[in-house]
C-alpha cells in the first residue's frame, strides 16, 4: 500500500462535520502559503492559497485563516464529504525564494460515512 | 492537457543501479522541481531548474542529477542507487519563477532500492 500517511497526525469526522486542520509554519518571513490535498497513490492538488497580507480565504466550501502573530495556518472543510478523505499538508514560501517552497508533514483526514 | 507527467510509476532497482526518472510538462512552465517524499516528512526539494539550461540545488540534491534541455521535460538521473533513496519521487512545475504561484504536481514515482 502507499507509505504516505504513516505516522501522521490523523483527523476523524464524521461525514456533513466541519473539518479543522492545522499547520505551523516556522519562518516569520514567509508571505506566501498553500493547502495540498494528496489522495493515496496520487500528487498533491492545490486547493487553496493566502499571500500574507490577508488573514482569510475562501474557496469552495475551503477556507484558510493565517495568524502571522503566531504562525499558525488552519484549513477549515465544511460539510465534510468522503471524497474528502485524504492527507492534507501546508506549503510556505519563504520570502525572495519565489518558488522554493517548504512543506509540512501533513495530517490524515478520515471522513465516516 | 495532460499536466504534468512522470514515468515510470513504479521501479525496483538493487543498489549501485543507475536510471533516470522522467517528468513532462505541456503548459509551458518556466520553473520545473523534484521532490521526495518519505513517510512522516514533508516534502524535500532535490533539484530545481527556473528555464531551458538552467538548474540549481535544492535541499537534498546528493546522489542526484539532472539537466534541462527543452522547457517540456525535467529528467532526474540516479547515477548509483543506494537503499537511503527509496522514496517516492514528485515532479512539480510552475508558470513563472516570479510572484507566487502553486506548482502543480505530477502522480509520482515509487522507487525501491534492494
Known amino acids: 500500500g502507499e507509505s504516505v500517511g504513516l505516522h501522521l497526525p490523523t483527523l476523524s469526522v464524521q461525514e456533513g462535520d466541519n473539518s479543522i486542520i492545522n499547520c505551523a509554519y516556522s519562518n516569520s518571513a514567509s508571505d506566501y502559503f498553500i493547502w495540498y490535498k494528496q489522495e493515496s497513490g496520487k500528487g498533491p492538488q492545490f486547493i487553496i492559497d493566502i499571500r500574507s497580507n490577508m488573514d482569510k480565504r475562501q474557496g469552495q466550501r475551503v477556507t484558510v485563516l493565517l495568524n502571522k502573530t503566531v504562525k499558525h495556518l488552519s484549513l477549515q472543510i465544511a460539510a465534510t464529504q468522503p471524497g474528502d478523505s485524504a492527507v492534507y499538508f501546508c506549503a510556505e514560501n519563504k520570502g525572495n525564494n519565489f518558488n522554493k517552497f517548504y512543506f509540512g508533514s501533513g495530517t490524515k483526514l478520515n471522513v465516516k460515512p | 492537457n495532460a499536466g504534468v507527467t512522470q514515468t515510470p510509476k513504479f521501479q525496483v532497482l538493487k543498489t549501485g543501479q543507475s536510471m533516470t526518472l522522467q517528468c513532462a510538462q505541456d503548459?509551458?512552465?518556466?520553473?520545473m522541481s523534484w521532490y521526495r517524499q518519505d513517510p512522516g516528512m514533508g516534502l524535500r526539494l532535490i533539484h530545481y531548474?527556473?528555464?531551458?539550461?538552467?538548474?540549481d540545488q535544492g535541499e537534498v540534491p546528493n546522489g542526484y542529477n539532472v539537466s534541462r534541455s527543452t522547457t517540456e521535460d525535467f529528467p532526474l538521473r540516479l547515477l548509483s542507487a543506494a537503499p537511503s533513496q527509496t522514496s517516492v519521487y514528485f515532479c512539480?512545475?510552475?508558470?513563472?519563477?516570479?510572484?507566487?504561484?502553486?506548482?502543480?504536481f505530477g502522480d509520482g514515482t515509487r522507487l525501491s532500492i534492494l
Open positions: 503548459m509551458n512552465h518556466e520553473y
Open positions: 531548474s527556473v528555464g531551458a539550461g538552467i538548474t
Open positions: 512539480a512545475s510552475s508558470y513563472s519563477i516570479w510572484g507566487h504561484q502553486p506548482q502543480h
